[in-house]
């Protein structure tokens, strides 16, 4: 807990939750098992360039020793429009609670993401309780379109990553003319833009292995201690009653 005398030029703030950044907590030892990683895309094309580019990160993030499962989207219902009890929703809650960083690879459409990478997102909840299922997970992000060089799905991917509460990474992928960049076996071509996937998966991994055993402490905040404070003050108050 900071010293009295440093917080007397923050009158705003409350003593009992303002804490001293803890070094220890913050570099605890690394846990040696294989970094957890899920993979989502946004298409159903029986030509996926979106799957390609998927797979082809799997295969990035297997060599740099993660354990890696991509999550298929077909047969996922709309948001609300089944039970949370459906096989593909647990599925994929089941795979986000799995995974200790995500890599999402939508192909841009309308100049946006597709609704089917929408999708997958709205079905992993914010919160569950007290639990947050993706917070202080890593994220990486990528898409892939049929013209020229965009940007417009990434970022909003980051927008989402972000309202999830997740450590998105400053690297991303953006594959422009995708049909040209696959060849007939759905293998990614030797490029510079297979080069900014390398990287992508690379700096996932550094910062998955960074953060993962650290995830709790980073997502500690102030303002939800002294919420959580204040709700137990007062639970307390009203059983005294």
């Known amino acids: 807990m900071p010293r009295a005398s440093a917080l007397s030029d923050l009158p705003a703030a409350?003593?009992?939750?303002?804490?001293?950044?803890?070094?220890?907590?913050?570099r605890p030892p690394f846990s040696t098992h294989k970094p957890r990683i899920l993979i989502l895309y946004g298409s159903l094309r029986a030509i996926s360039y979106s799957r390609?580019?998927?797979?082809?990160?799997?295969?990035?993030?297997e060599h740099f020793g993660c354990e890696v499962r991509i999550f298929n989207p077909e047969g996922l219902p709309l948001p609300d429009g089944a039970?949370?009890?459906?096989?593909?929703?647990?599925?994929?809650?089941?795979?986000?609670?799995?995974?200790?960083?995500?890599?999402?690879?939508?192909?841009?459409?309308?100049?946006?993401?597709?609704?089917?990478?929408?999708?997958?997102?709205d079905w992993i909840p914010l919160s569950v309780g007290?639990?947050?299922?993706?917070?202080?997970?890593?994220?990486?992000?990528?898409?892939?379109?049929?013209?020229s060089q965009s940007f417009n799905a990434v970022n909003q991917l980051r927008i989402l990553g972000r309202w999830m509460r997740m450590i998105t990474i400053p690297n991303q992928s953006s594959v422009a003319k995708a049909f040209q960049e696959f060849d007939?076996?759905?293998?990614?071509?030797?490029?510079?833009?297979?080069?900014?996937?390398?990287?992508?998966?690379?700096?996932?991994?550094?910062?998955?292995?960074?953060?993962?055993?650290?995830?709790?402490?980073?997502?500690?905040?102030?303002?939800?201690?002294?919420?959580?404070?204040?709700?137990?003050?007062?639970?307390?108050?009203?059983?005294?009653?």
């Open 14 to 26: 409350s003593p009992a939750h303002l804490c001293h950044i803890d070094l220890e907590t913050l």
């Open 52 to 61: 390609f580019l998927a797979h082809e990160a799997g295969r990035l993030l």
């Open 83 to 121: 039970p949370v009890s459906h096989p593909k929703v647990q599925e994929l809650r089941e795979l986000s609670a799995w995974s200790e960083g995500q890599v999402w690879v939508s192909p841009e459409r309308h100049g946006a993401m597709t609704g089917i990478m929408k999708a997958q997102i």
């Open 130 to 147: 007290s639990v947050r299922p993706t917070q202080g997970k890593t994220l990486a992000v990528m898409q892939v379109s049929g013209g």
């Open 184 to 241: 007939a076996d759905g293998r990614m071509k030797p490029s510079s833009f297979y080069d900014r996937v390398v990287d992508v998966c690379e700096e996932l991994v550094k910062f998955t292995w960074l953060t993962r055993d650290a995830s709790d402490y980073l997502t500690d905040r102030y303002s939800e201690r002294k919420e959580e404070a204040e709700k137990l003050e007062q639970r307390v108050s009203l059983k005294s009653l």
